[in-house]
């Protein structure tokens, strides 16, 4: 074994064979998601149901994926640990997110897509049938489903334009949904072919159902309840830079807690474990400094510009960890570069001081990105580590020109990744990104371009 793999393995916790085990890898997540989504449709086929025609039988097949796409958004968000598919949350949330439009889109078109081939036949047909909906109390839980759910994708899309607080947001999108969950399945039990004929399906649907609202409750009050028992402790705030706050929890319950270097977690300092009032940010120190958790958080709104008014010692709720980066991934890289924008820093710190607590030999190179200078968090410990680390050196990058000597003036960009990177060896070095999704977006498509295959780049989007 070399002294590489031997530093690696030694920080390797027991835990991870089986968290392996229970992870797919990202390739695969879309075929499993793909084929969850198609098992209702195909239990229907053994029902041979008369479809009335090509038509019909496209709808029946667009209405039951969707219902089941509906469904599997509570799992996707629902911050499930263990779960293989769902407990890659960075990947579950973005499919949450964009699936969530496409389902919007998809059921305001629902009734036109009914409606349309009694158009076709005639006007008047067509006029008829839409008054007969419109008027039908059978279709009445159907209807407000569908007005629901209109109006709160449509808030979901538009919450940061609408200036929405965003506890406010969370908690009536998760109400809203509950309820287009009961109503549409109300009505599909009722009016829905698949439902409507089939006893075996009301079972089917009423259990999917059951067990969106069940998940829904499981985090809000038992998962809540459990972390009551084991709250960490606030052990320090200060200032990190002109724009950010260091902010370090202890863990003083006698429950374990751990975690890899790259990973978040959510935290909730209102004194109410209840409280919606829980925020997403990434840690920042690395496991050997257990039993604290440092965390670098950038003001932005009201929650992080008001961090000084907590009381050092008081209470603080941690759900996590959560998130799939891990220097795991890289174990076989010969270099790693680590590039951060603003916020984004908390996270390649703690790969860097995983990698430093790890006396990793590889060679190692940071980019760090900000508006300017005075918001370069951390500058004295990560220069001494330029001198510690066997081989590792840090390039700063301001969007605001600076007197400070080697800093790049502008934004991260291809010329500047290239000078991290020996390209010999750009196939077999590994990459990890955290930032803001424009910067990760652009850059992802960067780091293609320099030949670093796409299985080699990690990264985290600080938004969801
Ligand atoms: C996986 C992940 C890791 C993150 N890591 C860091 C980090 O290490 N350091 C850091 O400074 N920031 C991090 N963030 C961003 C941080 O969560 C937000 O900046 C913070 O919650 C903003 O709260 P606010 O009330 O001050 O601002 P607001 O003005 O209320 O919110 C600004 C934006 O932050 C997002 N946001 C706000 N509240 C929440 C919430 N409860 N849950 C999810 N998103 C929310 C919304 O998109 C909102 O538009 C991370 C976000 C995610 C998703």
């Not at 390797?12 to 085990?21: A, E, M, V, Y």
């Not at 947001?169 to 287009?180: A, D, Q, R």
């Not at 709250?231 to 902010?247: E, M, Y």
């Not at 077999?428 to 977006?441: D, F, K, N, T």
Request: with cysteine.
């Amino acid at each position: 074994m070399t002294e590489q793999s031997l530093a690696i393995n030694r920080s390797r916790p027991i835990r991870r064979p089986i968290r392996r085990l229970l992870q797919i890898r990202k390739s695969n997540l879309v075929v499993a998601y793909l084929v969850i989504l198609l098992v209702p449709y195909l239990a229907t086929l053994s029902l041979n149901i008369d479809y009335k025609g090509l038509y019909s039988a496209a709808l029946g097949f667009l209405n039951t994926v969707a219902m089941m796409a509906f469904f599997i958004q509570f799992p996707l968000a629902g911050r499930l640990k263990y779960l293989p598919m769902f407990s890659n949350i960075d990947w579950s949330m973005s499919r949450h997110k964009k699936v969530g439009k496409w389902l919007g889109f998809f059921f305001l078109l629902h009734p036109l897509l009914i409606l349309t081939p009694r158009f076709l036949v005639s006007f008047d047909d067509g006029m008829t049938s839409v008054v007969e909906a419109i008027t039908s109390p059978q279709l009445l839980t159907g209807i407000i489903a569908w007005l629901v759910m209109i109006l709160w994708v449509v808030l979901a899309i538009f919450k940061d334009r609408l200036r929405i607080n965003y506890e406010t947001w969370h908690l009536t999108h998760l109400l809203g949904f509950v309820i287009v969950c009961v109503l549409a399945t109300l009505h599909i039990t009722s009016v829905g072919r698949h439902g409507q004929f089939e006893a075996q399906f009301n079972i089917l649907w009423w259990g999917l159902c059951a067990m969106s609202v069940g998940l829904v409750l499981y985090n809000q009050l038992v998962k809540k309840t459990i972390l009551k028992q084991k709250p960490f402790t606030l052990a320090s705030i200060t200032r990190g830079s002109s724009r950010d706050w260091l902010v370090t929890l202890r863990n003083d319950s006698s429950h374990d807690f751990s975690f890899e270097a790259g990973q978040f977690i959510w935290i909730n300092t209102s004194g109410s474990v209840y409280s919606m009032n829980e925020h997403p940010f990434s840690i920042a120190s690395c496991s050997k400094q257990l039993p604290e958790i440092a965390m670098i958080i950038r003001e932005l709104g009201d929650y992080t510009s008001q961090l000084d008014t907590l009381t050092i010692g008081q209470q603080v709720y941690v759900d996590g960890p959560y998130g799939s980066m891990s220097l795991r991934d890289s174990e076989t890289a010969r270099g790693i570069t680590l590039i951060a924008g603003g916020a984004g820093m908390g996270p390649m710190l703690s790969l860097l001081r995983e990698l430093a607590a790890n006396h990793d030999p590889r060679p190692i190179r940071l980019l760090y990105g900000n508006n300017d200078y005075e918001q370069m968090v951390l500058q004295e410990e990560i220069q001494a580590l330029q001198k510690t680390m066997p081989d590792f050196t840090q390039q700063l990058v301001c969007d605001k020109p600076t007197d400070i000597p080697g800093v790049h003036q502008g934004v991260i960009v291809n010329d500047y990744i290239a000078e991290t990177i020996d390209p010999e060896l750009a196939n077999v070095w590994a990459v990890y990104l955290c930032g803001p999704q424009a910067m990760i977006e652009s850059l992802k498509a960067s780091l293609r371009s320099l030949g670093i295959p796409e299985a080699n780049v990690h990264y985290e989007e600080i938004s969801f």
